[in-house]
């Protein structure tokens, strides 16, 4: 079996968006996925989990994120309707995106950015309590192509109910020929 047959065979939802983005939702007990360079994000959550329990934004220090800061969003979920609030986002995202979304929901200030199966894939590891990746191509950035990749971890006040999200953006820019 090959390295992407194995990540595929963990993965609970594989599904692709309009623009050619990826997204994917694993179990939140999944530890045999590897998430490249955001993987020490991830051992940091899973250090903070107590499963079946997932842990609170407050369980984290601000120096948890050393060499992390500029590539976070923190997102809080809202209800009626489903939407997310950027609550942080780092200055590395606010630059990929060309533009600073704290304080801005998913659905008003990244209208242009983001695409419906956004919001079905945060909801879907809401309700469901799970994790997810979502990659694909953006755009040209003067001479270079953007491509990200981010991993979307769950966060509860509780324990129990999905409250927010940390989300690790990882760049990388492919030169134009």
């Known amino acids: 079996m090959t390295e992407t047959e194995e990540l595929e065979s963990i993965v609970l939802r594989k599904r692709e968006g309009k623009k050619g ?5 694993y179990s939140l007990q ?5 998430f490249g360079a955001a993987q020490p ?18 369980d984290f220090d601000f120096r948890d994120f050393v060499g992390w800061h500029a590539n976070l969003i923190l997102y809080e979920v809202q209800h009626q ?3 997310l609030l ?30 419906d199966i956004d919001l079905e894939f945060y909801r ?5 309590r799970r994790f997810g990746t979502c990659e694909g191509s953006a755009y040209w950035r003067g001479r270079f192509f953007l491509q990200h990749a981010f ?6 006040e509780d324990g129990h109910d999905v409250t927010h999200f940390l989300t690790a953006l ?6 134009k020929l």
Do not use: N
Not at 151 to 156: E, F, N, V
């Open 124 to 128: 879907e590891m809401t309700t469901e």
């Open 21 to 25: 983005w990826v997204y994917r939702t």
């Open 151 to 156: 991993l979307c971890l769950p966060l509860a």
């Open 30 to 34: 999944e530890s045999a996925a590897e």
């Open 81 to 83: 309707p489903f939407d």
């Open 41 to 58: 994000v991830f051992a940091l959550w899973q250090s903070k989990a107590d499963f079946p329990s997932l842990p609170a934004w407050g």
């Open 170 to 175: 990882h760049l990388e820019t492919i030169e």
């Open 86 to 115: 950027y609550r942080i986002c780092g200055s590395g995202a606010a630059q990929a995106y060309g533009k600073d979304l704290t304080g801005e929901t998913m659905r008003s200030g990244a209208a242009d950015i983001q695409e």
